[in-house]
T-cell receptor, first 112, second 116 residues
Framework: GDSVTQMEGPVTLSEEACLTINCTYTATGYPSLFWYVQYPGEGLQLLLKATKADDKGSNKGFEATYRKETTSFHLEKGSVQVSDSAVYFCALSLNTGNQFYFGTGTSLTVIP | EPEVTQTPSHQVTQMGQEVILRCVPISNHLYFYWYRQILGQKVEFLVSFYNNEISEKSEIFDDQFSVERPDGSNFTLKIRSTKLEDSAMYFC??????????????FGSGTRLTVV
């Protein structure tokens, strides 16, 4: 079935380090792919998205490229900040139906 | 920025009791959703709701669950007789239109339900 698998955490990085959180997917058809972020005490917020192969989503210094050949949508940031500490969720949505399929979430802690 | 508001943020209930989780979606949104995340597991879809009826539901959403939009602003999830395995974080979401591909959802901050 349709699903998302993302890198398990928790991940702890020093400020200004590079971040990669891996995400791979299984889907019938052509999904749209998303990264959501949950800051402490807040809801899930859309961080970035890509709706077709080779699209690159970007926001707040984060990037992810929709790679159909490897069925991946890895989240990257070149230099993380303490304020990036949060839980990151990879998700997909199909053209049919209303629901999202989420990964388990990856907790990121950035230390000064 | 408009928000989806969920109350309470944390609820503790005894096994077998009924619980109602409340959500206030964004006012011009038409589609409403409930998701849950059991600790350490994936965020799972429960149900979507449009035009005062369920449009899609998952296998998880059995007869113990029901949803309602009682007054045009609130969107509630009721669990009739809670079980220990219902302990989870429950997220409400709303969107202007269906097909998450369009512009994603707006999620609330969640209600953590603990069944003891």
């Amino acid at each position: 079935g349709d699903s998302v698998t993302q890198m398990e955490g928790p991940v702890t990085l020093s400020e200004e380090a590079c971040l990669t959180i891996n995400c791979t997917y299984t889907a019938t058809g052509y999904p749209s792919l998303f990264w959501y972020v949950q800051y402490p005490g807040e809801g899930l917020q859309l961080l970035l998205k890509a709706t077709k192969a080779d699209d690159k989503g970007s926001n707040k210094g984060f990037e992810a490229t929709y790679r159909k050949e490897t069925t991946s949508f890895h989240l990257e940031k070149g230099s993380v900040q303490v304020s990036d500490s949060a839980v990151y969720f990879c998700a997909l949505s199909l053209n049919t139906g209303n629901q999202f399929y989420f990964g388990t979430g990856t907790s990121l802690t950035v230390i000064p | 920025e408009p928000e989806v508001t969920q109350t309470p943020s944390h609820q503790v209930t005894q096994m077998g009791q009924e619980v109602i989780l409340r959500c206030v979606p964004i006012s011009n949104h038409l589609y409403f959703y409930w998701y849950r995340q059991i600790l350490g597991q994936k965020v799972e879809f429960l149900v979507s709701f449009y035009n005062n009826e369920i449009s899609e539901k998952s296998e998880i959403f059995d007869d113990q669950f029901s949803v309602e939009r009682p007054d045009g602003s609130n969107f509630t999830l009721k669990i009739r007789s809670t079980k220990l395995e219902d302990s989870a974080m429950y997220f409400c979401a709303s969107s202007v239109r269906s097909r998450g591909k369009s512009n994603g959802y707006t999620f609330g901050s969640g209600t953590r339900l603990t069944v003891v």
